[in-house]
């Protein structure tokens, strides 16, 4: 019984392979969650955007606001990684 536990143990082994480079590994996940980032923040850019647009049509001064801050947290988000590139160097 012993035997057949050890034999059946050893058959069921599956080797792992790891990545011939785990900076590229971390590289493809950064680029992964700042093209979501990116996508977030064009998606905010564009309800600003929409947002403007009603209130130029609404002659409401408190929506034009949000709608411009909007626009601009917008656009910081959309280019999160240009501005961490120039930052760091």
Avoid: W, Y
């Avoid at 700042?34 to 905010?44: E, H, N, T």
């Avoid at 647009?53 to 801050?69: E, F, I, T, V, Y």
Wanted: charged content about 10%; overall charge negative.
């Amino acid at each position: 019984m012993f035997a057949c536990l050890v034999l059946s143990m050893a058959v069921m082994i599956v080797p792992a392979f790891a990545a011939d480079d785990p900076l590229q590994i971390v590289e493809n996940l950064s680029d992964f969650i700042f093209s979501l980032i990116r996508a977030i923040g064009l998606i905010l850019l564009g309800f600003g955007i929409l947002q403007l647009g009603l209130s130029l049509k609404s002659h409401d001064p408190s929506q034009r606001a949000n709608g411009m801050l909007t626009i601009a947290g917008g656009i910081v988000i959309t280019f999160t990684r240009e501005i961490l590139t120039l930052i760091t160097g």
